[in-house]
């Protein structure tokens, strides 16, 4: 039973509920981890019980973080309430499990003038400078995340009104602005460079191309992006995401409006785009140490 549950379990995760490949895969580690324990025991899943879901946690304090715990009790949670309606137990156990209590961390994220030494790395005067200038031109401009740079369609650009489409998380739909910047270095790397990785090769849907012809990969952009920051001396452990937080932080240093930027990153919970609200006040108060005279 405890097999079939799990089965069972992650086709929920990916063909009822919608989530990512990346998502469901994290949501699989986590309980194969749990199960595991509970093998070990001897157990099944009606013998796990309250008792032994705190065993369980008990025994990851000092092993992971807490931020990862936390994401093994969410994993839990959901888990055995998915059991419960499903009829595979009668109880659940985990409803009243407790997360940690955990200082949220300030996302890491660029200087306007490192974004713009970034960006100028890419030699464009090759097929790979161009088609890497491009994509850090989008991944700054939309503040999408790496999978959906990567995943993103020929098609899903509209040059005439400067924007684009792409699915999220949950396979929500969400249009972003792209602006004039990358827009340009998005048809010149398709007017000079696109038709180079593809050659004779069967058309690829996808925007960005390898050497191989196929999408980029998620590994092999990071390893682009690290390399670049790494030729301008950048000191801070640099990623796509890293983009991604540098574009939510300098709109709203900017004075975008919250929502606004909740909308355009795709979060589900404005909560989630609170945490550049604290990055803000972090740099209003070093203008304010920088410049007012009593300070």
Known sequence: ???RAFRSYLNHLQVERGLASNTVEAYRRDLRDFLSFVSSR????EDVGKQGLAEYIQRLYGKV????VMRKIASLRSFFRFLLLDGYLQEDPAE??????TWRTLPTYLSEEEVEQLLEQPDVTTAYGLRDRAMLEVLYATGLRVSELIGMRLEEINFEVGCLRTLGKGSKERIVPLG????RWVQRYLRDARQHFLRKRQACPYLFVTQQGRSMTRQYFWMLVRKYGRKIGIQKKI???????SFATHLLEHGAD?????????????STTQIYTHVNREWLKRIYDRYHPRA
Request: charged fraction near 20%.
């Open 42 to 45: 001897n157990w099944t899943l």
């Open 258 to 270: 919250l929502r606004a930027v909740q909308m355009m990153l795709g979060h589900a919970d404005i």
């Open 65 to 68: 973080s807490a931020r990862s």
């Open 1 to 3: 039973m405890q097999e």
């Open 180 to 183: 004039d910047s990358a827009l």
């Open 239 to 245: 990623s796509p995401h890293v983009l991604r937080h």
């Open 96 to 101: 009243t499990l407790e997360s940690p209590k």
